[in-house]
């Protein structure tokens, strides 16, 4: 398909990193898409493998790359990609992600009654081994803080799911400053900048969500979650902070002071009221390997899966 000379609604920004094996998916993914108003932005944040050639050998006048001589972090590489957005809403893909078919057709067809709402939807993880779950199990309730909904009812909303106004965006914008938890920022003072949200209950991505060794997420950054929290305190309701040290925190903590892991978490309990399955999450994440928590939580998945199952 040629490239047209009127701007296109969505761009897709893509930051990536040393991810040639998955990149190219994760561009196709958005070819594929029944909506074909769009341009898609991959930032290649100084890869040292192979992804630039993956991009480089699409041939599609849609797609873009923006590279950086030196790695920047991923909210450095979306930020690279928001100011060169030509569309007038920035559609987020992780580069390891992919989009459904018909996720920009559904999503253009909301934001025509909202449009200066940011969107979000829910998506298919795939946990890998064949455990596949449907998130977020429900959406920002009326009136609810994201920081609740994160860190008291520990529900989330990822990257690959939002939609935003570009202004919005622009204004924004995400921390640089930050290795982990860059998504959990930006949306948090996404919806203090504007708090007109739609949920779209519809799966319209998939989120790969294996366990990657060396994945900067899985990393315990105990400075760079305490940087998070006493910046973002103005927007943080009481029961949110409480809940950030119980359930986020203590895990990068436990390692060196478990004791303090623990009053973060006995804490949280009394002054976020967290249910007794949150409580328990905490404990297994803080005091477990993290092989071994993603087993225990894996098995428990299948064993819902089935439970669910219609009888025969």
Known sequence: MTASSEAPFFTVV??????????????????????????????????TDETVAAVSSIADARVRIIRHATNAGGGA???????????GYVAFLDSDDRFLPGK???????????PRAWIYHACQVDRGGGVIVRRPYRPLAANESVG???FVDREFLQTSTLVVPTGLCRSVRFDPRLRIGQDTDFVVRLQAAEPRSVFMPEALSVWIDHDVAGRVS????????????DKNRDVLTPRAIAGFRATVLAQAIAPDAPLTALGYIAGGAVRARLRPRVIAQALLRAFLPPALYRRIVDTYLRIRRRAQRPAA
């Open 14 to 47: 893509v930051p990536v990193f040393n991810r040639a094996s998955t990149i190219a998916a994760a561009v196709r993914s958005v070819l594929d898409q029944t909506f074909a108003e769009f341009e898609v932005i991959v930032v290649d944040d100084a890869s």
């Open 77 to 87: 590489a979306r930020n690279a990609g928001i100011d060169a957005a030509a569309g």
């Open 104 to 114: 920009l057709m559904a999503v253009r067809r909301v934001v025509a009654d909202a």
């Open 148 to 150: 609740d909904l994160f």
């Open 218 to 229: 899985k990393a315990r950054h105990a400075d760079d979650l305490r940087y998070w929290l």
